[in-house]
Structure formats: structure tokens, C-alpha cells
């Protein structure tokens, strides 16, 4: 099963009541339905791939409205062959229609009345199901994180990103093969979602494997910058080395003031050591403080030196 499918199984096992089972069907009902008329009435046809989602609306839609439900399975004709699992509502559609803030006197509704996500609790139910119904989520192992919900319409993408604002989830929509999606891309907001949809098991699993991942990507970030810095600090090591070879060669070296004397004395000593490791073995020496910044200000000094002695070397 895919990641994705892990956060829909346990989400779908959890049941809820009241209010919050009616704003998860809600969603469920709107995303995955569509109606047909006939001399019988009007009957909601439910279609969906995950039997888990299925038997959520199948237990809510008896529980609550004790309509006639026929339940149907078919197989996709496609290579896949996954499994669509159907519910046929047949009767109270108009008032199932109604209770869930998805009809009214003007028909059906783009996206559901306030009513329906009244409460927190409510619109992280709705966001349950709207997730259950539409949603798909990259898993942690990616190295992109991603997690969309497919809206009914643009109007609905609009109202899954204010119920996500208010959980401080931002997120962004896409128009996809003529469909609004809803997108959330930082890994941060991810796990908040999973959190605010109560898959406490799949946000578990998501936070070990991404902070796992994060720690190894920042211990080899870590170990890339302590390479380039020590491959820096040898170059600038070998550039030191010459200046003060061109100031013996010149015999300027016996001139220079204590404090020059003294790093060109250490630099030749230690050809490998940073300006860092230097200040510290001055340090230890002499007992007087000196910074990194104040090493690579006597080098400064040298390397200017070196530069006139060149200017000046007749050969």
C-alpha cells in the first residue's frame, strides 16, 4: 500500500459522530458523487476506489440518514485492474443532499453552506474527507515533499484553503487537465495537515523518516562546506608559503617588524594549519590574544610585501 493509502486506511478506520461524521460527508459526498433522475427520484451515485472510504460514507449514510444503500464492486478495464467500489443512495436524496450543506432552494451548491465547518472539529472533518475523497500525499523517501486535494471546482478549491488557514496550513491551487487542486509544498505544513486530520500513526512514520532524512542531507551539507573550507584554507596555506619565499629570497624576512616575523615563523612550521589553528598555537605561546581576522591581516601585510618585492626584483 502506498503512503497516501496508509493515511486514508487509518483515517477511514476512525470513526466519527454528530457533526463532524456529517462535514466529512460532506466532502466525501461532493467529490465523489454525481446524481441521476428518474421515475424512482433522484438517486446519488457514489464511486470511489478505497473500500475503507467506502465502507466510512456506507456507515455514516445508514447511521445517520437510514437511506437505502446499494453497494456494487467493479473492476477498472485497464491494465491496473484496481477495484471500484460503488454505493447507489436510493432514497432521501434531496434531504441528505440538504443536511449536508451541499443543496438548497437554488440546487446543488459549489461548495458547502458555513454551516457544515462551523467548528474546528467540524472543519478538520472536512478536511478528512475531503482528503479521503481527493487527496494523495508524496511519501516521506521522496525528495520533494507534496501533498494535493483534487476540489469538486474552483469555488470549492477556495474553501478548502480557508479551512486550511485556519489550522496556519497555507496553501495553493493549480488548474490540473481542468481541475482546481489544492496543494500544500512544505514539509512542515505536510505533517501539520496529517496532524489536523488525525492520522497520528501515518505523522509518526512521516516525521521519523523526514527527520532522518533532514539530519543525513544536513550532516553531508555539513561535511561538503568542511571540505570546500579546508580545500580553501590549504590554497590560501600554499599562497602564504610563496609570499614568504619571495621574501627570503629577497632577504626582506630579517627586517620585518616581531609580530610578521612570528606567523611567517609558525605559517612554515604548520603549512597545513587554518588561520583559526594558528591564532591558537600563537595563543599558547606567546599568551596574547589574537583573532582569525587579526592572523589574516598579518598575511595581508606579508602578501602586500611579497607583491612590492616582485615589482622590484630586477630579474
Do not use: W
Request: hydrophobic share 40%; aromatic share 6%; with cysteine.
Amino acid at each position: 500500500m502506498s503512503f497516501a493509502g496508509e493515511v486514508k486506511q487509518e483515517v477511514a478506520l476512525k470513526v466519527m459522530e454528530g457533526n463532524d461524521a456529517r462535514a466529512e460527508l460532506s466532502a466525501l459526498i461532493q467529490m465523489t458523487s454525481s446524481l441521476s433522475f428518474s421515475s424512482r427520484g433522484i438517486t446519488i451515485l457514489v464511486t470511489i476506489e478505497n473500500a475503507a472510504v467506502a465502507r466510512t460514507i456506507y456507515r455514516i449514510i445508514r447511521e445517520r440518514y437510514q437511506a437505502d444503500v446499494e453497494l456494487f464492486v467493479k473492476k477498472k478495464m485497464n491494465l491496473k485492474k484496481n477495484r471500484i467500489y460503488g454505493l447507489r443512495i436510493l432514497s432521501k436524496a434531496p434531504y441528505i443532499l440538504k443536511d449536508l450543506g451541499i443543496y438548497s432552494s437554488r440546487g446543488l451548491l459549489e461548495k458547502p453552506l458555513a454551516k457544515i465547518v462551523h467548528s474546528d472539529n467540524n472543519a478538520r472533518a472536512y478536511l478528512a474527507g475531503a482528503f479521503l475523497a481527493g487527496g494523495s500525499v508524496n511519501p516521506p523517501e521522496k525528495p520533494s515533499y507534496h501533498l494535493e486535494i483534487t476540489a469538486a471546482n474552483e469555488a470549492h478549491a477556495e474553501f478548502l484553503i480557508r479551512q486550511l488557514a485556519r489550522f496556519y496550513i497555507p496553501a495553493k491551487t493549480i488548474e490540473r487537465r481542468g481541475k482546481s487542486v489544492v496543494y500544500i509544498k512544505a514539509a512542515e505544513k505536510i505533517a501539520d495537515f496529517l496532524r489536523c486530520i488525525d492520522a497520528s500513526e501515518a505523522l509518526m512514520k512521516y516525521e521519523n523518516i523526514r527527520i532522518s532524512r533532514d539530519f543525513a542531507n544536513n550532516i553531508t551539507r555539513l561535511n561538503n562546506m568542511d571540505v570546500a573550507n579546508e580545500m580553501k584554507s590549504q590554497k590560501a596555506a600554499v599562497s602564504q608559503l610563496e609570499d614568504i619565499r619571495i621574501l627570503e629570497e629577497a632577504g626582506r624576512v630579517p627586517y620585518l617588524d616581531d609580530k610578521l616575523k612570528d606567523v611567517i615563523a609558525l605559517r612554515k612550521e604548520f603549512p597545513e594549519s587554518s588561520l583559526s589553528e594558528l591564532a591558537a598555537v600563537y595563543e599558547r605561546r606567546t599568551g596574547i590574544t589574537v583573532t582569525k581576522s587579526g592572523m589574516k591581516h598579518r598575511f595581508v601585510r606579508i602578501h602586500e610585501l611579497a607583491v612590492k618585492g616582485r615589482k622590484n626584483d630586477p630579474n
